[in-house]
Structures are given as C-alpha cells and as structure tokens.
T-cell receptor, first 113, second 114 residues
C-alpha cells in the first residue's frame, strides 16, 4: 500500500468547512484513497473512498488531484461531533482481496465552537 | 441497522492470566478482522478470518489465538497476559461479495492488565 502523509492536527470553526489534506505521491494506478475517522476511543468509521473521480456522500466530499498524488477530504459544515482523528489510507480495492486496513498517524481534527 | 457487537466492553485481568474477547459480526458478513489499539497509538491489525478460515495475519503475538465459528462469530484468546497487552481491541466485519469497501467496526473491548 502506498505511504500517506497527513498533518498531525488541524482546527476548524464549527459550521465552517473542514478541508483535510493527504499526500500519497507513490500511489499506483489500481490503488484507491479511503478515509476513515475515529472519534475518541470509538471504533473507526468509514467515511468515503475514491479512485480518480471526485466523490460525495452524505458525510463528506473527496477531491482527488488529476495526478492522484494528493487528495482532500471535505466536511462541508463541521460540527463539534466531527472532532476526531481522520485517517487517509491508500490501497488496492478490497474487492480484490480481504486484506485489513493499515492505519497511519492520521490528522487530529478539533472543531472549535 | 445491526452493528458489530463485542463483549465484554471492559475487562480487567492480572498478569499471566488469560482473556477471551468475543465479536459478533453484522449478519451476512463473512469476514472478521481484529485490531489492537494501545494508548495513544493507531489501530494495528492482528488477524482476520474469511468464511471461518484464517485469511490474513498481522502483528499478533504467539500468545494470542483466534478463530471464527460456524455462526461467524469470532473469539480472540489471549494467554499469559502482559502489562503491554492493555489496549482497546476492535473487531470489524465486512461482506466480501458485491460490497464496496466498508469495514464496520465494533465499539471495542477495553482490556486492562494489572
């Protein structure tokens, strides 16, 4: 799986958009970008994933650069409940296998009131 | 919707004792994963099972063993417990066929070894 680099921590004001960057310059053609988050001591929670097109769901949007070497997770209107550690994980699609997730250090997002 | 169930939620053991953690995956999920998360650390993969067979192995100590039963629930058995085994243990499940990548995690078992 390609290595990812994320900022250690970020702050965001409540109600504003939170933009969490992730660098994955060694990503290969068949690798997806996945985002999970972990709210304090809870089990990690899947947010979104994408290959090369931008993706949006009810939780967030994922913007992947054209060269696929970086991506940004966007929480459009952050709330206090979005305070969590956000993990960017790059890997081949799980549909081709059953490998586990490899969690890096993640970004600790603190949403401020 | 049904979620992954883990029991017990909290467990306190003495050094050198044994512990058994249980995981009940979401119905119709065929793959179970175990992760360990030490204090201040990120989750680390231990072991996984697909259709009751071990499918992958991570950094699981030899003192630990696990299995998946015919009803798809899984148990993580930990023997000769050490202080360093104190951690959160998460179980996750997913359904392989036709599913997008979504591992659903349980609430975890917090193990404290004294």
């Amino acid at each position: 799986d390609a290595k990812t680099t994320q900022p250690t921590s970020m702050d965001c004001a409540e109600g504003r958009a939170a933009n969490l960057p992730c660098n994955h310059s060694t990503i290969s053609g068949n690798e997806y970008v996945y985002w999970y988050r972990q709210i304090h001591s809870q089990g990690p929670q899947y947010i979104i994933h994408g290959l090369k097109n931008n993706e949006t769901n009810e939780m967030a949007s994922l913007i992947i650069t054209e060269d696929r070497k970086s991506s940004t997770l966007i929480l459009p209107h952050a709330t206090l409940r979005d305070t969590a550690v956000y993990y960017c994980i790059v890997r081949a699609s799980m549909d081709t296998g059953r490998r586990a997730l490899t969690f890096g250090s993640g970004t600790r997002l603190q949403v401020q009131p | 919707a049904a979620g992954v169930i883990q029991s017990p939620r909290h467990l306190i053991k003495e050094k050198r004792e044994t512990a058994t953690l249980k995981c009940y995956p979401i119905p119709r999920h065929d793959t179970v994963y175990w992760y360990q998360q030490g204090p201040g650390q990120d989750p680390q993969f231990l072991i996984s099972f697909y259709e009751k067979m071990q499918s992958d192995k991570g950094s699981i100590p030899d003192r630990f063993s696990a299995q998946q039963f015919s009803d798809y629930h899984s148990e993580l058995n930990m023997s000769s417990l050490e202080l360093g085994d104190s951690a959160l243990y998460f179980c996750a499940s997913r359904r392989l066929a036709g599913a997008k990548e979504t591992q659903y995690f349980g609430p975890g078992t917090r193990l404290l070894v004294l």
